[in-house]
């Protein structure tokens, strides 16, 4: 076979894309949990972009908006991931885990916007969240805790809608939160 004809070969990083398009497709319920588990594994296994092609190919693509800021996606694969201190946080910012572990602290965060969505897909996952005192939380979603939190009426919004299979997402206040 000469090389022009030979399919190019993936890297991590176009493997982690296609796991996030499946984890998206999941929570959006194009796909079943068998259906699921089994397109993982041959993520996983995928040596050629045709490879990859195959196990997404009736899946919806990416749809970032024009001209979308960089930032919106954090993505830990078989990691512990920690996103604190001082940053801007956008109107909407997605958190995708795969047997691993985040912390996403918005004590000293910037919010953007008044209502900001948080959303989160924890698969065989922990993501703890931490809300700063006077920032109202509202959550959605399957395995999605919130520790009791105080907020005056028209304080900021932090809307987390998240997923978590054999895993958890939970989010606390400053008070609930003892960990530096």
């Given at each position: 076979?000469?090389?022009?004809?030979?399919?190019?070969?993936?890297?991590?990083?176009?493997?982690?894309?296609?796991?996030?398009?499946?984890?998206?497709?999941?929570?959006?319920?194009?796909?079943?949990?068998?259906?699921?588990?089994?397109?993982?594994?041959?993520?996983?296994?995928?040596?050629?972009?045709?490879?990859?092609?195959?196990?997404?190919?009736?899946?919806?693509?990416?749809?970032?908006?024009?001209?979308?800021?960089?930032?919106?996606?954090?993505?830990?694969?078989?990691?512990?991931?920690?996103?604190?201190?001082?940053?801007?946080?956008?109107?909407?910012?997605?958190?995708?885990?795969?047997?691993?572990?985040m912390l996403?602290?918005?004590?000293?965060?910037?919010?953007?916007?008044?209502?900001?969505?948080?959303?989160?897909?924890?698969?065989?996952s922990t993501?703890?969240?931490?809300?700063?005192?006077?920032?109202?939380?509202?959550?959605?979603?399957?395995?999605?805790?919130?520790?009791?939190?105080?907020?005056?009426?028209?304080?900021?919004?932090?809307?987390?809608?998240?997923?978590?299979?054999?895993?958890?997402?939970?989010?606390?206040?400053?008070?609930?939160?003892?960990?530096?």
């Open positions: 076979m000469s090389v022009e004809h030979q399919p190019l070969r993936a890297s991590d990083r176009d493997r982690d894309e296609v796991l996030v398009r499946l984890h998206t497709a999941y929570a959006e319920g194009r796909l079943s949990e068998p259906e699921l588990d089994e397109r993982i594994d041959l993520t996983l296994a995928a040596r050629t972009h045709d490879d990859l092609g195959r196990v997404s190919a009736d899946l919806p693509g990416p749809r970032p908006a024009p001209g979308s800021p960089s930032g919106r996606l954090q993505v830990a694969y078989k990691d512990t991931i920690a996103r604190g201190g001082r940053w801007r946080v956008p109107d909407t910012f997605t958190s995708v885990v795969y047997k691993g572990r996403l602290d918005l004590r000293i965060a910037e919010l953007t916007e008044t209502v900001t969505t948080l959303r989160v897909v924890a698969y065989k993501v703890e969240i931490v809300v700063p005192a006077g920032v109202r939380v509202e959550t959605a979603g399957t395995g999605v805790s919130l520790d009791a939190h105080d907020a005056p009426a028209g304080a900021p919004v932090v809307r987390v809608q998240g997923l978590a299979y054999k895993g958890h997402i939970e989010a606390k206040g400053t008070r609930e939160y003892s960990a530096v």
